[in-house]
C-alpha cells in the first residue's frame, strides 16, 4: 500500500526567504513522486516529478526535490519565495502500474511582503 | 496544445436533487480521463476513471456515477445528492500511465448541497 504524509498543513515565510515543505511517503515498491501545485480555486499543476531517474529533481518556478529514500522523504523546496508563490502545494505517490496517485492532505504556503 | 473545459465552475443545489457535472478535453485523442473530489481541508481522492469510450473504473463506493460517452468527454452525475456530496470537483486527463506521467487539470467545480 501506498501513502503520504505531508508534515505541515501551513507554512508561512517572508517574500526573498527559503522555502522547505516537507513530504514523506510510504510505498511496498518504488515509487514515482510528484510535486503539484494548486492556486486559489484552481486546478492543479505539476511542478515536479521523480521517477527513478537523478535524485534530486528541478521543477518549474525554481522549485526542486530531493528523493531520499532511507529517509521516504521528498522534501520540496525553494532558495528564495515569491509573493506569487503562495499557493497550496501537494506531495502525491505512485506505485509502477497503479492508476490511482495518492494525494497528501497539501500544505498551504503563504508568502508576507 | 490540449486543453480541459469543466462546467460549471459553481454549483448550489438541494438535496436529493439530481448532478450533472461535465468535462471535455481537446487537442488529444484516447486520453485517460479522472474525476477527483477535494473535501476542505483534504487532499484529493479519485472518484472514478476511464481508459476509453464506455470503460469506467470506481475507486470508491458511493453516491455518484460516471460516463464517457464519447473519447474526450467525461460526465459526472447523480440521481440525488446528499449534503456529503459538497465540495471541489477536479477533471483531469493524462497520455499514458499516471504513474510515472503528467496529470493535467481543469479548473474544477465547486458543488455545495443544502
Known amino acids: 500500500a501506498q501513502s503520504v504524509t505531508q508534515l505541515d498543513s501551513h507554512v508561512s515565510v517572508s517574500e526573498g526567504t527559503p522555502v522547505l515543505l516537507r513530504c514523506n511517503y510510504s510505498s511496498s515498491y518504488s515509487p514515482s513522486l510528484f510535486w503539484y501545485v494548486q492556486h486559489p480555486n484552481k486546478g492543479l499543476q505539476l511542478l515536479l516529478k521523480?521517477?527513478?531517474?537523478?535524485?534530486l529533481v528541478k521543477g518549474i518556478n525554481g522549485f526542486e526535490a530531493e528523493f531520499k529514500k532511507s529517509e521516504t522523504s521528498f522534501h520540496l523546496t525553494k532558495p528564495s519565495a515569491h509573493m506569487s508563490d503562495a499557493a497550496e502545494y501537494f506531495c502525491?505517490?505512485?506505485?509502477?502500474?497503479?492508476?490511482?496517485?495518492?494525494f497528501g492532505s497539501g500544505t498551504r504556503l503563504q508568502v508576507q511582503p | 496544445s490540449q486543453t480541459i473545459h469543466q462546467w460549471p465552475a459553481t454549483l448550489v443545489q438541494p438535496v436529493g436533487s439530481p448532478l450533472s457535472l461535465e468535462c471535455t478535453v481537446e487537442g488529444t485523442s484516447n486520453p485517460n480521463l479522472y474525476w477527483y473530489r477535494q473535501a476542505a481541508g483534504r487532499g484529493l481522492q479519485l472518484l472514478f476513471y476511464s481508459v476509453g469510450i464506455g470503460q469506467i473504473s470506481s475507486e470508491v463506493p458511493q453516491n455518484l456515477s460516471a460516463s464517457r460517452p464519447q473519447d474526450r468527454q467525461f460526465i459526472l452525475s447523480s440521481k440525488k445528492l446528499l449534503l456529503s456530496d459538497s465540495g471541489f470537483y477536479l477533471c483531469?486527463?493524462?497520455?499514458?500511465?499516471?504513474?510515472?506521467?503528467?496529470?493535467?487539470f481543469g479548473e474544477g467545480s465547486r458543488l455545495t448541497v443544502l
Open positions: 502525491v505517490v505512485s506505485e509502477t502500474g497503479r492508476r490511482a496517485l495518492t
Open positions: 521523480y521517477t527513478s531517474a537523478a535524485t
Open positions: 483531469a486527463w493524462s497520455v499514458g500511465r499516471v504513474d510515472t506521467g503528467e496529470l493535467f
